[in-house]
Nanobody, 125 residues
C-alpha cells in the first residue's frame, strides 16, 4: 500500500489549492481515505474523510463550505479542494487509509494504517 500526496504549496489568503492523494496497492471499495493536517506546534487533526460506505464526512466546522473531498476510483486518487484559504489552514496535509470494518471513517489517526509523506500547505496573510 502506498499513498502519495501532491499539490501543496504557498498561496495567499483567499486563494485555492487542490491536493491529490495517489493510492496504490488497494481498492477504494475496501478502504476509507482521510485528510488530516498538522500545523506547527499542534496535534494532527482530521479534516475530512471519504469512503464507499459513507461518502464524504466532515470533521471540522471551520472548513465546511470551503473544503471538498472527492475521489476517482478509475484513477485511484482522492482530492481535497481547498477554497477561500486562511492562514490558519497552514499545515502539513496527509491522506491516510484504513480498511473498512465495523466503521469506515474515523476521527482518530491511530485507526489509520497507511500514511503518505504529507504535503505542505502555507497560506500567507
Amino acid at each position: 500500500v502506498q499513498l502519495v500526496e501532491s499539490g501543496g504549496g504557498l498561496v495567499e489568503a483567499g486563494g485555492s489549492l487542490r491536493l491529490s492523494c495517489a493510492a496504490s496497492g488497494f481498492s477504494f471499495d475496501d478502504y476509507a481515505i482521510g485528510w488530516f493536517r498538522q500545523a506547527p506546534g499542534k496535534e494532527r487533526e482530521v479534516v475530512l474523510c471519504i469512503s464507499s460506505r459513507e461518502g464524504s464526512k466532515y470533521y471540522q466546522d471551520s472548513v465546511k463550505g470551503r473544503f471538498t473531498i472527492s475521489s476517482s476510483n478509475a484513477k485511484n486518487k482522492v482530492y481535497l479542494q481547498m477554497n477561500s484559504l486562511k492562514p490558519e489552514d497552514t499545515a502539513v496535509y496527509y491522506c491516510p487509509a484504513r480498511p473498512l470494518g465495523l466503521t469506515s471513517c474515523h476521527y482518530w489517526d491511530h485507526f489509520y494504517d497507511y500514511w503518505g509523506q504529507g504535503a505542505q500547505v502555507t497560506v500567507s496573510s
